[in-house]
């Protein structure tokens, strides 16, 4: 039976982490497993303390300093045992049907490299505040979690650049495409994205990653 690994990132998100995790556990599925990885990046509220009721449940791994998105990324990855891997962040969640229906796009789709989905921008409560259409290339590596890939694809291109504090998943999505790695969308809605005001603080920070991973890569 195939197996999909997801990876939540966690740092500092006491308020929301549990939300992530039963997203995770709660995913439909009849003819795959699941493994559900949590890297804490050196967290200082009550995070560990909540991801202490999962301990059965999840595999935590805690970094006694804040690494950065790039190297809790590759942690993960690099613990996985998965045929498949997706990254999820920790203040957002999942659709109950995510991972089985992007695992059935790639399952019939034998040349593609990762699924993906449109997404749902939700307040606080998780209530939907608007719809976002990862409709060309461009939207999808501004928005790069909820991707599921082929574990032995992310193998190929070097794995994720533990290098890297934000924009990691774009410079997977932007390395793969340089291999001619292609994707495949599905229009449902299977991710939910909570914008916030730390997240809308590091949209400069990003913009100068991504214009120097584009001048990197020639993108």
Known sequence: MEKISLAILNFNQASRIDRAIRSCQNQFRTSF??????????????????LAEFEHE?????????LGVGACSRIAFESHS?????????????????????????????DLSFAYADHYRVNEKGFKQELINLD???KLVRHGAGVLYRSRDIELVGGF?????????MDLLFRLQKEGKQGIRD????YRYYQHDSNISRSEEQKESERKLRNKYGI
């Open 33 to 50: 497993e699941l493994e559900i990885i949590v890297v804490d990046d050196g967290s200082t509220d009550d995070s560990l303390s909540i």
């Open 136 to 138: 060309d290339f461009d």
């Open 82 to 110: 998965g045929t498949y891997f997706m990254r999820v962040d920790a203040d957002d969640f999942l659709s109950p049907i995510s991972c089985s229906t992007l695992l059935l796009a790639l399952s019939t789709n034998l």
């Open 161 to 169: 650049d533990e290098s890297l504090r934000n924009c990691e998943d």
């Open 58 to 66: 999840i595999t935590l791994l805690s970094n006694p300093i804040n």
């Open 187 to 190: 229009p449902l809605p299977l």
